[in-house]
């Protein structure tokens, strides 16, 4: 067959450590900021108050939190565990530095450990991702541990 469309993510069986991979770019929105902080009810001044905002810290800008650029750090990477992901089980979460809004974000991704559950048909894969501006300025550096369908599995 010649060139395949994938319709799913990574099996476990597709992982090894030390692959990295890069996701597409995104810009975050003031729509995006605003129906993040309504749906999730986050009313600090720092993200809903324009005023505030321009007398503190936000000086380059309306500034997202950083549990938003999260979120959507994970939605560019959602494509690589569809109908294979069976888990998101921990993560190590550090803000690196500022986003705001206009600003354009991707992911890169390196697999840092991948092994076998103790049940037959998973595995556990950790990845280093590295939520990244287009001037190559970090974000947010996190450290998922997700559950993973294994393709080959012996059941």
């Known amino acids: 067959m010649k060139d395949v469309l994938r319709t799913t993510g990574f099996y476990f069986d597709e992982v090894e ?3 990295r991979f890069e996701t597409r770019s995104r810009t975050v929105t003031e729509a995006d900021l605003v129906g993040f902080c309504n749906l999730m009810w ?10 505030h905002a321009r007398d503190g810290a936000a000086a380059h800008g309306r500034v997202v939190p950083g549990v938003m ?8 990477l959602t494509h690589t565990m569809e109908g294979t992901g069976l888990a998101f089980l921990h993560a190590d979460f550090s803000v690196k530095g500022p986003t ?25 894969v950790r990845s280093r991702n590295r ?7 970090e ?3 996190y450290e998922p541990l997700r559950m993973l ?3 080959n599995a012996t059941q």
């Open 17 to 19: 450590i030390g692959a």
């Open 42 to 51: 986050m009313t600090e001044s720092l993200f809903t108050d324009t005023e």
């Open 69 to 76: 650029v999260y979120a959507m750090a994970e939605g560019l």
């Open 100 to 124: 705001f809004v206009g600003d354009t974000i991707h992911v890169e991704v390196e697999i840092i450990e991948a092994r076998l559950t103790s049940r037959p048909g998973r595995g556990l």
């Open 131 to 137: 939520v990244l501006k287009a001037d190559g300025s």
């Open 139 to 141: 974000c947010i550096v």
């Open 149 to 151: 369908r294994q393709l």
